[in-house]
T-cell receptor, first 108, second 115 residues
Framework: RKEVEQDPGPFNVPEGATVAFNCTYSNSASQSFFWYRQDCRKEPKLLMSVYSSGNEDGRFTAQLNRASQYISLLIRDSKLSDSATYLCVASPGDKIIFGKGTRLHILP | DAGVIQSPRHEVTEMGQEVTLRCKPISGHDYLFWYRQTMMRGLELLIYFNNNVPIDDSGMPEDRFSAKMPNASFSTLKIQPSEPRDSAVYFC?????????????FGPGTRLTVL
């Protein structure tokens, strides 16, 4: 089983819609979780950390379910500029493990 | 701060040649990571350093790959000899442990093509 698994997509979503991604992780010792965003031919950049209680940043909401070992990302009122690949990350200790990413295309 | 700096941005070389990728982490960061990204395998951690000391190199594919960090502001990833299957984007990232979590800041990457 891969350490961090994501649906590769692509998710093709009309502008203004709500979209959600899930990601599962296998290492129960993981303590920190993140969502990164990667634009085409660019480096990954931190989108948001994921806290146990769940957290929200504008149109973005991240949640963690430790019992089922998954994290989620919800994007409301999607914009064309949200088109990117979203990388799920779990961190057991010093290093962090990236998923392969979910591609999102927002359609005008 | 200029962020993580990598050079070169693009490298095209022939099979068998030595390739050296360079990275300057963000000043004050105590962790440095080298990743490789391909369509097939995604983003793979190759090696990481803490305070210039290699901590985990289990992701280094084989002996052809080596990495050094002679000081806090410079690291290199060397491939000798290079092979076509090494073609990928190589990212360097750095982080600061003092924040209590592991946010990593990535450089722009080096796009390597081995012919």
């Amino acid at each position: 089983r891969k350490e961090v698994e994501q649906d590769p997509g692509p998710f093709n979503v009309p502008e203004g819609a709500t979209v959600a991604f899930n990601c599962t992780y296998s290492n129960s010792a993981s303590q920190s979780f993140f969502w990164y965003r990667q634009d085409c031919r660019k480096e990954p950049k931190l989108l948001m950390s994921v806290y146990s209680s769940g957290n929200e940043d504008g149109r973005f909401t991240a949640q963690l379910n430790r019992a089922s070992q998954y994290i989620s990302l919800l994007i409301r009122d999607s914009k064309l500029s949200d088109s990117a690949t979203y990388l799920c990350v779990a961190s057991p200790g010093d290093k962090i493990i990236f998923g392969k990413g979910t591609r999102l295309h927002i359609l005008p | 701060d200029a962020g993580v700096i990598q050079s070169p941005r693009h490298e095209v070389t022939e099979m068998g040649q030595e390739v050296t990728l360079r990275c300057k982490p963000i000043s004050g960061h105590d962790y440095l990571f080298w990743y490789r990204q391909t369509m097939m395998r995604g983003l793979e951690l190759l090696i990481y350093f803490n305070n210039n000391v290699p901590i985990d190199d289990s992701g280094m594919p084989e002996d052809r790959f080596s990495a050094k960090m002679p000081n806090a502001s410079f690291s290199t990833l060397k491939i000798q000899p290079s092979e076509p299957r090494d073609s990928a984007v190589y990212f360097c990232a750095s982080s600061f442990s003092g924040t209590g979590h592991n946010e990593q800041f990535f450089g722009p990457g080096t796009r390597l093509t081995v012919l």
